[in-house]
């Protein structure tokens, strides 16, 4: 059984955009859209309502919402003592 199990992306070309992009689903809902328009090294995140797929929420470069959710990580775990 594998750890993302819920999870699933798919990688290919559209319409919408120049170079390819990564579809995010989870629980048969599309979530999230990462997209490489200004380059690799300037990934994009794009999250979706899970109930509109058409409407999203957030659109920021991929590194600051991953430094964010780490920076948030650390700080649980040193809050709750788990650190």
Same mark, same amino acid.
């Given at each position: 059984?594998?750890?993302? +199990?819920?999870? +699933? !992306?798919? $990688? =290919? /070309?559209?319409?919408?955009?120049? +170079?390819?992009?990564? #579809? *995010?689903?989870?629980? /048969?809902? !599309?979530?999230? #859209?990462?997209?490489?328009? &200004?380059? !690799?090294?300037?990934?994009? *995140?794009?999250? !979706?309502?899970?109930?509109?797929?058409?409407? /999203?929420?957030?659109?920021? @470069?991929?590194? &600051?919402?991953? #430094? $964010? *959710?780490?920076?948030? +990580? @650390?700080?649980? =775990?040193? $809050? /709750? =003592? $788990? #650190?």
């Amino acid at each position: 059984m594998t750890k993302y +199990k819920n999870f +699933k !992306f798919t $990688v =290919g /070309s559209d319409d919408v955009h120049e +170079k390819l992009a990564a #579809e *995010i689903i989870y629980e /048969s809902n !599309f979530i999230a #859209e990462l997209t490489q328009e &200004d380059g !690799f090294e300037n990934l994009m *995140i794009e999250l !979706f309502y899970p109930s509109n797929a058409d409407k /999203s929420f957030c659109k920021c @470069r991929l590194d &600051d919402f991953l #430094e $964010v *959710i780490s920076m948030a +990580k @650390r700080k649980l =775990g040193k $809050v /709750s =003592g $788990v #650190e």
